[in-house]
């Protein structure tokens, strides 16, 4: 390793690092914005008054989440939704102590931000995939992950409706 090459690796780092601390001081600042704004208070008002049940309600955030997970990069998604969503979920009877509530939903923000990572159109993990394999098109592969995608769907769904199965590890250790 030459001076010069370690000079254009520490210029990387810092111009890496800059970008990420650039979206993080972001959200920071929406997540205050969004709080002070009282947007998450006045959405679980506005979802209690409807009479929405607190599953329905994840059901709906799930399908948000994929959605936006479609064309949003994964930490982008999280770090603007969880300051609206989480709030929300907090305030929902879901039948779990409230010291659980902030594990199983960060359990299913991880689980619905890895499932959009292979998501058309935007699929990060599949456009790595395909310049790994050239010779394989773009086509090729969203086709054959297909059936994971299901596979995670169906997981999702049910580490959403049973908490315990993503809480049961937790628990046993933290109690």
């Known amino acids: 390793?030459?001076?010069?090459?370690?000079?254009?690796?520490?210029?990387?780092?810092?111009?890496?690092?800059?970008?990420?601390?650039?979206?993080?001081?972001?959200?920071?600042?929406?997540?205050?914005?969004?709080?002070?704004?009282?947007?998450?208070?006045?959405?679980?008002?506005?979802?209690t008054g409807e009479g929405t049940s607190p599953m329905m309600v994840i059901v709906i955030m799930l399908a948000i989440y994929v959605v936006l997970g479609c064309v949003f990069e994964s930490l982008s998604m999280i770090v603007l939704t969880v300051p609206i969503f989480f709030p929300v979920v907090a305030g929902l009877d879901l039948g779990i102590e409230p010291k659980w509530v902030l594990v199983w939903f960060g359990v299913i923000v991880v689980m619905v931000t890895e499932i959009s990572l292979i998501t058309p159109p935007i699929?990060?993990?599949?456009?790595?995939?395909?310049?790994?394999?050239?010779?394989?098109?773009?086509?090729?592969?969203f086709r054959g992950i297909l059936p994971f995608i299901a596979a995670d769907i169906l997981r999702l769904a049910l580490f959403a409706a049973v908490p315990w199965i993503s809480l049961a590890l937790p628990q046993l250790f933290y109690g």
Do not use: C, Q
């Open 1 to 47: 390793m030459s001076w010069r090459s370690v000079f254009e690796v520490t210029v990387d780092s810092a111009r890496t690092s800059a970008i990420l601390f650039f979206i993080l001081i972001g959200a920071l600042v929406f997540s205050n914005f969004v709080n002070a704004a009282g947007l998450p208070e006045g959405l679980l008002a506005m979802i």
């Open 123 to 141: 699929g990060l993990n599949v456009y790595v995939l395909s310049s790994v394999l050239p010779d394989v098109s773009t086509t090729t592969i």
